[in-house]
């Protein structure tokens, strides 16, 4: 099984800044990962696919880096709305895993 | 649009089996390679990938619970059933279904939860 180790575990950005957040697995996933943003209440939100790529409609202030074990997900410029939980899922393997998961506070 | 809806009964006692269904719409689980799958989170805990079902009529179970849970579709419903039996306290979370496209394995859309309870 492959173990995500994200952090931190929450973080508070003022508007405008930039914020990266980190999945390192334990073993080699080539670009299996993807993140997903989640609201209270809300369905999660699929933001970046296979490490690097932009889901149509999401803001490209979301961005996406890595490959093999470590994997960042990086949001330029805050909005207020990003204010949310983040968290990165590996489909390279089963089971599936998932980071310990994000969450963003804006100031 | 792809939708997933989570159903079943929010109150288990401990011991007792749990099923949950998953309604969705905008796409078959007829065609190969998509798939439907289960994740829960237990309050304030990470999530955890539980089972998955495709087209093919394949099935992958988390080893963890392979011998608890069951995963079955009704392609004429539109439904995934995941049961999960012998529950226990721990197993209280909030159980998202999922859905994967036909190419690349990964998870593209979420249902908005359920949340189950295990309490006597």
């Known amino acids: 099984e492959t173990t995500l180790t994200q952090s931190p575990a929450f973080m508070s950005a003022t508007p405008g800044a930039k914020v990266n957040i980190s999945c390192k697995a334990s073993?080699?996933?080539?670009?299996?990962m993807n993140w997903y943003q989640q609201k209270p209440g809300e369905a999660a939100i699929f933001i970046i696919q296979e490490a690097t790529i932009l889901v149509p409609g999401i803001p490209p202030r979301f961005s996406g880096s890595g490959y093999g074990t470590d994997f960042t997900l990086t949001i330029n410029n805050i909005e207020s709305e990003d204010a949310a939980y983040y968290f990165c899922l590996q489909h390279d393997n089963f089971p599936y895993t998932f980071g310990q998961g994000t969450k963003l506070e804006i100031k | 649009q792809i939708t997933l809806k989570e159903s079943g009964l929010p109150l288990v006692k401990p011991t007792q089996t749990l099923t949950l269904t998953c309604t969705f719409s905008?796409?078959?689980?007829?065609?190969?390679?998509?798939?439907v799958g289960w994740v829960r989170q237990p309050p304030g805990k990470a999530l955890e990938w539980l089972a998955l079902i495709n087209g093919d009529d394949e099935k992958h179970y988390r080893p963890s619970l392979r011998t608890r849970l069951t995963i079955t579709k009704d392609t004429s419903k539109n439904q995934v059933v995941l049961t999960m039996t012998n529950m226990d306290p721990a197993d209280t979370a909030t159980y998202y279904c999922t859905h994967s496209p036909p190419v690349g394995n990964y998870v593209d859309s979420w249902g908005q939860g359920t949340l189950v309870t295990v309490s006597s």
């Open positions: 073993q080699d996933i080539d670009d299996d």
């Open positions: 905008g796409f078959s689980l007829s065609i190969r390679g998509v798939g």
